[in-house]
């Protein structure tokens, strides 16, 4: 072999060792950047089992897709001021995109904006904020069709008698929603709608204002309650009141609590929401977005109307989605 031979190998040898270690470097830093990449999820709280699923459905999206999900919510639904400080948080952190469910549209948007100002997609879940264009997509239920759902379902179960409506945190445009359906639904029936109060979708909260409105209206017949934490608490002032069985109450969510009522026969209903696939298609378009891909400007994820014939296979559903099945 001639000199010109072996400085020819020494050369071709260099450079396969750095073609092969820029291969190495590209690999590392694209899986990297994959296994860096961080979706911020804030929901109303974590305190109650609704929000619970839908942190179930996120983790396992962001699992699948490689990324990580850091969820984190309110204290309580009506802590307003907390769900925009944590996601004041998440936007200081430089999240890759941000997952919401804004208690209160309209205090939340201004940081939303800044989100989508600094680069962060933002992707709504369960409350939407229709006039704010800026949003990558909404992710959730149509909740005045579902609130229609449980209104035409109540005239099934009582025909006529006298109403009580339990709504949400005020300006929350979901549970507002809700009501706005089911009203529309019996409205020109025999129920007649004698209260409408908040309880701030607020378990305890449901069960005094229940209690105030049962001394007022001995004779209820039905309890349309915004969401199941309300319905549970109602649920606890009619029995205390003497009243179980004799005033039907409905509930939305579908939580794994009030299927257990229904089971039980202390709720007549519910329309049942899926935050575990609103928290699932919410992580997915946040990481598509992320990536620069393309995503829905609205995710339907649909609802069910749970009564005593299909409970017991729904709370199956239920606990294959805890179980992550």
């Keep these: 072999m001639t000199s010109h031979d072996r400085t020819y190998r020494r050369i071709l040898t260099a450079v396969l060792a750095a073609l092969m270690l820029a291969t190495v ?19 109303k709280t974590l305190s109650q089992p609704f929000w619970l699923y839908m942190k179930a459905g996120a983790e396992s999206a962001a699992t699948a897709g490689g990324a990580q999900a850091e969820v984190t919510g309110a204290t309580e639904e009506a802590a307003v001021q907390e769900q925009v400080d944590k996601t004041r948080a998440m936007i200081s952190r430089s999240v890759s995109a941000l997952v919401v469910a804004p208690t209160e549209p309209k205090q939340l948007q201004p940081i939303l904006q800044q989100a989508v100002d ?11 904020i229709p006039d704010w264009h800026a949003k ?7 909740n005045l069709a579902a609130g229609k759902v449980g209104g035409q379902y109540a ?9 009580a409506i339990l709504a949400g945190t005020p300006g929350n445009t979901a549970t507002q929603d809700r009501v706005t359906g089911f009203k529309q639904a019996v409205n020109g029936s025999g129920l007649n709608v004698v209260a409408e109060l908040s309880a701030n979708s ?5 069960r005094s204002v229940t209690a105030d409105i049962l001394q007022r209206n001995p004779d209820l017949s039905m309890i349309f309650a915004a969401n199941d934490e309300m319905a549970l608490g109602a649920v606890q002032a009619v029995d205390a009141a003497g009243k179980a069985g004799q005033v039907k109450i409905i509930g939305f969510d579908g939580t794994k609590d009030a299927v257990d009522a229904i089971l039980a ?25 992320s990536n620069g891909q393309s995503v829905d400007k609205r995710i339907d994820t649909g609802s069910t109307m749970v009564t005593r014939d299909n409970a017991a296979d729904f709370k199956k559903e239920l606990e294959q989605q805890l179980a992550g099945s």
Excluded: H, Y
Excluded at 28 to 40: I, L, M, T, W
Excluded at 136 to 141: D, E, R
Excluded at 155 to 163: E, I, P, Q, R, Y
């Design 25 to 43: 470097t590209v690999g590392c830093s694209s899986s990297d950047q994959q296994s860096s990449k961080e979706v911020g999820v804030v929901v």
């Design 155 to 163: 005239l099934t179960v009582a025909s006529s008698g006298n109403l």
């Design 118 to 128: 600094q680069g962060i997609p933002v992707v709504l879940v369960d409350t939407d």
């Design 202 to 206: 607020d378990r305890a909260q449901g």
């Design 136 to 142: 990558t997509s909404f992710v959730g239920t149509d």
């Design 265 to 289: 026969g202390t709720m007549a209903g519910s329309v049942a929401q899926n935050p575990f696939k609103m928290g699932e298609a919410g992580v997915q378009a946040a990481i598509k977005a």
